[in-house]
């Protein structure tokens, strides 16, 4: 489980603007149109991301429910954990008695505990762009194709997206993954990038995934040029769902003018409180073995749980997860939203 040595960096959350009835039709129409007038300029960067878990969508991003289990006044909050060494290898076969749970800086007794690997559904959604032509749409395809193929279990399922400025759904929820290699071949860059439109047209897939766990795989080589929603509505909308967020970046710094190259900071804002992390590589080629750190990561996460008789009153509650040993770190999502069971 020895993770390869990358340049990293921190990550973040997003937020929304709802851009009044254009919005809900972009829910309403997911899989045939997201948006119409694509102006936004936003900073240049490269980046795919994976969310993991899921989120809910009701014309914004609706606090998540998924990871709360409630009995009566008594609710469980189930929060999946990375942990890895100083070298970021990750680290397995540790115990309950290792972690400290804190919620709103107050100790929580560790109640549920699991280090197996539970099901996961991933959601797959590449760039289209014109600007993936030639090699980085062939090594993309090929990365996703080994990842549906040969990294995901049999138990898993995941559905395929492709975008450009408008994101599409080619194929919905399946099952095994595997099955599901080389539906990307048949398509061709053209047009411009909506990366952040791309993630909230994958809300109402994400809700209706069928397994314990969820993850979205984001894989872009360009500039959001063409969403209606910006870094800042991103993040402040991913902060409502309990997602890990992952990034792989190319920065190809010898065929790419600065203005257009990787923005660490907005990757920082994106991944960093949701527990996951950001990795810069430098060509198309090195997306098959980022994607496999990634399923090497998702393979080997700890579930911690712990009972809260707090009211579920749609509050911010901040967590922090620690490993005792203060040579290993643990990544955790950094709070959530206390909200009640729909009825």
């Known amino acids: 489980m020895t993770r390869r040595p990358g340049a990293r960096v921190g990550s973040g959350m997003a937020h929304l603007r709802t851009n009044g009835g254009r919005f809900r039709l972009l829910w309403l129409e997911v899989h045939?149109?997201?948006?119409t007038a694509k102006n936004a300029k936003v900073t240049k960067f490269v980046f795919s991301f994976v969310f993991i878990a899921s989120f809910v969508v009701y014309g914004v991003f609706a606090p998540s429910t998924r990871a709360q289990t409630f009995r009566g006044s008594v609710t469980t909050v189930e929060i999946p954990v990375t942990v890895t060494d100083t070298s970021n290898r990750l680290i397995t076969g540790l115990t309950k008695d290792d972690f400290e749970v804190f919620e709103d800086g107050d100790p929580q007794p560790v109640t549920q505990f699991s280090d197996k690997r539970t099901p996961v559904s991933v959601g797959v959604l590449l760039d289209i762009s014109d600007s993936m032509r030639?090699?980085?749409?062939?090594?993309a395809r090929g990365a996703l194709d080994r990842f549906m193929a040969d990294l995901l279990d049999s138990g898993d399922e995941a559905f395929v997206g492709a975008f450009n400025h408008l994101p599409r759904i080619l194929v919905p929820w399946t099952a095994p993954p595997s099955s599901l290699a080389g539906r990307l071949a048949d398509e061709r860059p053209t047009g411009g990038t909506a990366i952040y439109d791309a993630i909230f047209a994958s809300g109402p897939m994400m809700q209706r995934h069928n397994r314990t766990r969820a993850a979205l795989i984001v894989i872009s080589d360009g500039a959001d040029t063409a969403s209606d929603h910006s870094l800042v509505q991103t993040r402040e909308a991913l902060r409502r769902s309990d997602a890990?967020?992952?990034?792989?970046?190319?920065?190809s710094a010898t065929?790419?003018?600065?203005?257009t190259r990787v923005n660490p900071e907005a990757l920082r804002e994106i991944t960093g409180p949701s527990g996951g992390y950001t990795e810069v590589v430098r060509s198309s080629e090195d997306l098959a073995p980022a994607t496999q750190?990634?399923?090497?990561e998702l393979n080997s996460q700890y579930t911690l749980g712990y009972a809260t008789t707090r009211p579920?009153?749609?509050s911010w509650r901040t967590l922090r997860v620690h490993v005792k040993n203060h040579d290993y770190v643990a990544r955790a999502r950094r709070g959530?939203?206390?909200t009640p069971p729909k009825s």
């Open 134 to 139: 030639g090699q980085p749409i062939i090594d």
């Open 293 to 296: 750190r990634i399923a090497e």
């Open 32 to 35: 045939e149109v997201v948006s």
């Open 244 to 251: 890990f967020v992952y990034a792989i970046a190319i920065d």
């Open 312 to 314: 579920q009153d749609g």
């Open 336 to 338: 959530y939203f206390a």
């Open 255 to 259: 065929e790419r003018r600065v203005s």
